[in-house]
């Protein structure tokens, strides 16, 4: 007997098959020594034969049969046991390759990644470098062509990596993010341009030319990490770094990053606990009617006092909430404190309430603020949302619905920040809005540019066509506010009015307002 064939009988004993066969082997062995030592068989045939008459040979006859079926039964009951044997490994070693694979794309996935990191860190000193890739526009992709496009740019992808990498280095590791390992970290620099040049070409779907790209961030270990795991940190913080200054780029890592990305996650977890606490007020900017001077609304802007005195800006800590899915639970306790704030101003005076773009995604939204309004008490006719153009670029379908169920439960819909986005006109023809808001950007500029005053006057041209009212923003001067109300603009908003300002300084601000036009 071989090695291998020992070491298999040894397996097979110690398996629960191999238990019962060597308890029946025993038991048989131990029956036949006895029948053997008492000559059981020679004493049965005497008492058989002597008592022929009972036809107890017969009995013995069928036993022997039974006894055969049995050895039959049994063979084939191992046939079928082996074959499910089979079964199962196989269906072992495809759950196998599904925990560390990714299905879509056929590369290791970010357990794979995890292992192989793990494996590294055991090796301890051993070099390599870890790239790190994010796909350009990818989300466009999915959104504008459909997730058939999205699978294959991602396939595409995947093969155009493998062609320029070692079998066995490429990693799914999110979505649109792509690791790769390079055993030799002198190749990193020139390995990176050329994954990311080869993932700028083009790539065709269905007869359609699909434009894609890709931002690239390295590190190396131990030369800018200690651990694999830091490696793949701080290769993600130069990703990270490489996509905020443009597509197509490739950065390698530096200690600065991780300065910027610890105060980005400082920024994040003081964001969070500024939420719990309730710290992120709203405070109010008016907006005049222009022919009586009147304030009609206030538009709630969110204010952050980190310290006393220092305001985090919301362009920039509404984007980490909307990155670090917060941005729900801010919108909706911003929104609770307005309407609180909304029912100890007059009648007629509307809150004019901020809503984020990818807010309009999300299909129960039209019902909480509906919820938030009657738990405040405050009439829906008093509260207007204002969503700007990027909003209604992305899933039309949900968002038009929510439109409609805040035009059907009575809340009034303002188009922001109007001109600025790259569908105006056709956003203006397929959503029913009760206002547009002319951009800044327009008001503050159109004095010294006779461009940008025709394009305001176009504007509110276009608003008086199409009989929805407009609201000039970022008026700073007294010329602007002159020009504005000669075109015909019906709405005012911007520092020569006053600049947005807490709850409980609105009444005195009311009154300045008032005498700052009249
Ligand atoms: P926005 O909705 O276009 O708000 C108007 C911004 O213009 C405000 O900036 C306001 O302070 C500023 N502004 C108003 N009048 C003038 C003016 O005469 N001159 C100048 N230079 N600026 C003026 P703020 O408060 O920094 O808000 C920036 C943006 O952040 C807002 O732009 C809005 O998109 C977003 N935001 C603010 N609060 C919220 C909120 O509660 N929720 C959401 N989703 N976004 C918010
Ligand atoms: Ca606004
Ligand atoms: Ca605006």
Redesign the pocket.
């Known amino acids: 007997m071989t090695a291998a064939s020992t070491v298999c009988c040894m397996a097979f004993f110690r398996t629960r098959a191999g238990w019962q066969a060597s308890i029946i082997l025993f038991c048989g062995t131990a029956v036949l020594v006895f029948a053997h030592g008492t000559d059981a068989h020679e004493r049965i045939l005497i008492f058989l034969h002597r008592y022929e008459a009972f036809e107890l040979d017969e009995l013995l006859l069928a036993l022997d049969v039974v006894g055969l079926m049995s050895i039959v039964y049994a063979c084939l009951r191992l046939l079928d046991l082996r074959q499910e044997k089979r079964r199962r490994d196989h269906a072992e070693a495809r759950a196998d390759w599904m925990a560390r694979h990714d299905a879509l794309t056929g590369l290791y996935n970010r357990h794979a990644l995890s292992e192989r990191l793990e494996i590294l860190r055991q090796k301890r000193n051993q070099r390599f470098g870890i790239i790190l890739l994010d796909l350009d526009g990818f989300k466009k992709i999915n959104d504008a062509f459909g997730h058939a496009a999205g699978d294959c740019v991602l396939q595409e992808v995947a093969s155009r990596i493998t062609s320029l990498t070692a079998a066995g280095d490429t990693f799914r590791f999110g979505g649109d993010e792509f690791v790769v390992i390079i055993p030799e970290p002198s190749k990193l620099v020139e390995t990176a341009q050329q994954i990311v040049s080869a993932l700028c070409v083009p790539i065709a779907f269905n007869g359609i030319v699909l434009d894609i790209g890709a931002s690239a961030g390295f590190a190396e270990h131990p030369k800018n990490a200690p651990t694999p795991a830091e490696c793949l940190t701080n290769a993600d913080a130069a990703m990270y770094a490489a996509k905020a200054s443009g597509r197509g780029r490739v950065y390698a890592y530096d200690q600065s990053m991780q300065e910027r990305q610890f105060a980005k996650a400082r920024l994040e977890h003081s964001l969070r606990e500024a939420l719990r606490a309730g710290e992120?007020k709203?405070?109010y900017?008016p907006i005049l009617d222009l022919q009586t001077g009147a304030v009609m609304a206030f538009?709630?802007?969110?204010?952050w006092e980190q310290a006393p005195g220092k305001f985090v800006?919301?362009?920039e800590f509404?984007s980490i909430a909307e990155d670090m899915g917060l941005?729900v639970e801010?919108?909706d306790q911003?929104l609770r404190m307005?309407c609180r704030d909304a029912l100890h101003w007059p009648e007629h005076v509307i809150l004019s309430?901020?809503?984020?773009?990818t807010?309009l995604q999300e299909r129960g939204l039209g019902l909480r603020i509906l919820n938030i309004l009657m738990e405040a008490g405050l009439t829906p006719n008093r509260l207007e949302i204002?969503i700007?153009e990027t909003a209604l670029v992305h899933e039309l379908e949900t968002a038009a619905l929510i439109l409609n169920d805040l035009h059907e439960g009575g809340i009034r819909i303002a188009l922001?920040?109007f001109g600025t986005g790259y569908s105006s006109l056709a956003q203006l023809s397929n959503f029913q809005f009760d206002k547009i808001?002319i951009?800044?950007s327009f008001?503050?500029s159109f004095q010294d540019q006779e461009k940008q005053e025709k394009i305001v006057k176009a504007i509110v041209g276009l608003g008086i066509g199409l009989d929805v009212p407009t609201t000039a923003?970022?008026?700073?001067t007294p010329e602007q506010l002159r020009s504005l109300i000669e075109m015909g603009c019906r709405f005012g908003?911007?520092?020569?009015f006053g600049?947005?300002v807490p709850a409980h300084e609105i009444p005195e601000a009311v009154l300045q307002i008032r005498s700052a036009v009249v």
Do not use: H, M
């Open positions: 992120i709203p405070y900017q538009e709630a802007l969110a204010r800006p919301p362009s509404i941005i801010l919108t911003l307005a309430f901020n809503i984020s773009p807010q204002e700007t922001d920040d808001k951009d800044r008001v503050s923003e970022g008026i700073e908003q911007g520092y020569l600049k947005a």
